[in-house]
């Protein structure tokens, strides 16, 4: 059954044959019959579109791929999450190509001053993404807050390629948003951009300065 169809479907369940439904198109935004590698490739060539970066890996050299993206930016140390996979597979591979590892583990009144002046990467997570629009999906948590994907300069963040959805109708209905509502879902398209009462782009005013996206799966 089609998207359009399980939307009509709960309206006449809801309201019997009260109502008359017309004969809507809703394929505007439900319908996008890309495969995996277009999904993909629409994703890539949107973010890139304002300057973010794609780098594609597998689960073999993700990190790999992470330590040249630190070394080339001269990184001095990176934010990673405490408990989610990503931030322990981190720690775990003890890896002395990748700079230091810092933790979000306190009250962010007590290190404020050096999150904002010190640290220079942040690692994070991603709920997915969307093709069509070439944005990132983020949920923060207690684990991967708000300011980490905020602050630091430079922001990656990993996407797990079958994640990738045509639509946000898409994500929301194939991961189920509706049982299990974020308080704080998040859609990135970008790094931060600025226009001030000159029309003047800047980068790195309200968010981080460099977006780098690995996506695990792509190769």
């Known amino acids: 059954m089609s998207a359009r169809e399980q939307i009509l479907q709960r309206l006449r369940n809801r309201h019997g044959n009260e109502i008359a439904v017309p004969a809507t198109d809703f394929s505007v935004i439900a319908d996008r019959e890309w495969s995996a590698a277009e999904k993909l490739d629409r994703f890539q060539r949107m973010i890139e579109s304002v300057h973010g970066e794609v780098h594609r890996a597998n689960e073999d050299d993700w990190l790999d791929t992470l330590a ?11 934010l990673v999450p405490v408990k989610h996979t990503i931030g322990q597979t981190i720690r775990e591979a003890d890896r002395p190509d990748l700079p230091e590892l810092l933790s979000y583990d306190a009250p962010i009144e007590q290190w404020q001053p050096a999150l904002f002046n010190d640290v220079d990467a942040a690692i994070t997570s991603t709920r997915g993404a969307i093709a069509e629009t070439g944005s990132l999906i983020l949920w923060p948590n207690a684990d991967e807050p708000r300011l980490m994907s905020l602050v630091p300069p430079i922001h990656i963040a990993v996407l797990e390629a079958d994640q990738i959805f045509a639509t946000f109708h898409e994500a929301i209905a194939l991961q189920r948003w509706a049982s299990g509502m974020p308080t704080n879902a998040l859609l990135i398209s970008g790094p ?3 226009a001030d009462i000159e029309q003047t782009l800047a980068y790195g005013v309200h968010g981080p300065k460099e977006l780098i996206v690995i996506v695990i799966g792509a190769e």
């Open 192 to 194: 931060s951009k600025t």
């Open 68 to 78: 040249d993206i630190l070394q080339a930016r001269s990184a001095r140390n990176l």
